[in-house]
């Protein structure tokens, strides 16, 4: 069970928007920024989107990112085939055991 | 350019000792932290673990503490993981990435190296 709560699956047609939420509580979200990560089939994850919203260079303005209270999300536009991988959230935990956290992934399907 | 490259994949034994590496590039590498994620086969991502070698502090995650050692060596820019005596369970890729100098609760992880295969099997 992960500590950031992420829905496993998601999908959408070429062209459409699609978001993918990421919820979690206080010591994590609510204290801390969000990452989220893509891990395309067979390849390393890819850094996407930092500090809740910004994206590295490279990164098309296609992706987008926000976060309100305890939840994230990561928003899509203009869906290509291309963008059909995993997507993962992460934020620090300021719990008793301080730690990094991931969310359980959520598999983007380009229909 | 930032470059993380991993040793290659590994099959080991239960019982046995391993290290794999991480060798950086193209950056101050006692500047940054460096350290590992976990990723069993089909599931999600797990943080291990960082050390940060211009100091050579480290910081476990809870579910890793005393079940690995990460360590790194200045001078050749290189990062390990290490496992005293592996088990079937730690069958798994394991990703090292580094993060921006800062409070190891602060950053993100960027860049990814390719990962390591490590088969643990009798």
């Known amino acids: 069970q992960s500590v950031l709560t992420q829905p496993p699956s998601a999908s959408g047609t070429p062209g459409q928007r699609v978001t993918i939420s990421c919820s979690g509580g206080s010591p994590n979200i609510g204290s801390n920024t969000v990452n989220w990560y893509q891990q395309l089939p067979g390849t390393a994850p890819k850094l996407l989107i930092y500090?809740?919203?910004q994206r590295p260079s490279g990164v098309p303005d296609r992706f987008s990112g926000s976060k309100s209270g305890t939840s994230a999300s990561l928003a899509i536009s203009g869906l290509q085939s291309e963008d059909e991988a995993d997507y993962y959230c992460?934020?620090?935990?300021?719990?008793?055991?301080?730690?990094?956290?991931f969310g359980g992934g959520t598999k983007l399907t380009v229909l | 350019e930032v470059q993380l490259v991993q040793s290659g994949a590994e099959v080991r034994k239960p019982g046995e000792s391993l290290k794999i590496s991480c060798k950086a590039s193209g950056y101050n590498f006692a500047t940054y932290w460096i350290g590992w994620v976990r990723q069993m086969p089909g599931k999600g991502l797990e943080w291990m673990g960082f050390?940060?070698?211009?100091?050579?502090?480290?910081k476990y995650s809870p579910a890793f503490q005393g079940q690995v050692t990460i360590s790194a060596d200045k001078s050749i820019s290189t990062a390990f993981l290490q496992w005293s005596s592996l088990k079937a369970s730690d069958t798994a890729i394991y990703y090292c990435?580094?993060?921006?100098?800062?409070?190891?609760?602060?950053?993100?992880?960027?860049?990814w190296g390719q990962g390591t295969l490590v088969t643990v099997s009798s």
């Open positions: 500090s809740n919203g």
């Open positions: 990435v580094r993060k921006p100098a800062a409070a190891a609760g602060r950053g993100w992880f960027d860049p």
């Open positions: 050390t940060f070698p211009g100091d050579s502090k480290t």
């Open positions: 992460a934020a620090w935990d300021d719990s008793l055991n301080e730690s990094w956290v």
